[in-house]
């Protein structure tokens, strides 16, 4: 009878079994959990689906909160509903402006000033402007003393212009990316190097 078994085997015989369920409710939940895909060494795993819903949104993963901000505000038209728009605007200059003025870019000085950034092609544009100064003041300088030849005013302008070549390279690739971040409204467009001829027209008009 149940009487003349030994205790002990009994109680091996019941953790036996505790241990069989065990093992099989572990290996269920083991096969029924979804599989995850290892890509190997430098694997980089995907977006999840539908946590970026746009290629344009895509862009802007890893950017700061301060530039998500104005890209939402781009997006969702904040440009466009200004007070007198279709109605000329008299060119008022606001403070701490980045650019010409105009209502797009009035409203996008008010949200940079509010967000506390300077994006990059803002600062390319300041870098530029002053290597484009560079290379007027350096024509001016020769022409004061006295360097008024073709190859004279060349060799004036060769140093200050290769700089400026390299700063309009760096703005144009500026102004790329923020279009990339911000949208096509971004209101800087890329530029072209000013001829020598423009330089001199510039230096002697001062």
Known sequence: ????????????????????????????????????????????????RGSVASAAERVTVGATAAEL???????????????????????KQEHHQHFTS???SNALNRALKDAGIKPTSILAAE???????????ALRYAIRKGQTTEIELEDAARVPRGACAEALRVYNSAVL?????FGTRWPL??????????????????
């Open 177 to 181: 990316a923020d279009k990339e971040l």
């Open 69 to 91: 901000s104005i890209r939402q505000w781009l997006d969702k038209g904040g440009d466009q509903g200004l007070d007198g728009k279709g109605s000329p605007l008299p060119d």
């Open 102 to 104: 105009d209502a797009g």
């Open 127 to 137: 870098g530029l402007t002053k290597a484009e100064e560079r290379v007027v003041n």
């Open 189 to 206: 467009q890329q530029k072209t190097q000013r001829t020598l001829e423009e330089d001199l027209a510039l230096a002697r008009s001062r």
């Open 1 to 48: 009878g149940i009487h003349g078994l030994d205790p002990m085997l009994i109680l091996k015989k019941r953790q036996a079994a505790e241990d069989r369920a065990k093992k099989s409710s572990a290996y269920l939940e083991s096969r029924d959990k979804p599989k995850e895909t290892v890509g190997g060494k430098g694997y980089v795993p995907p977006l999840q």
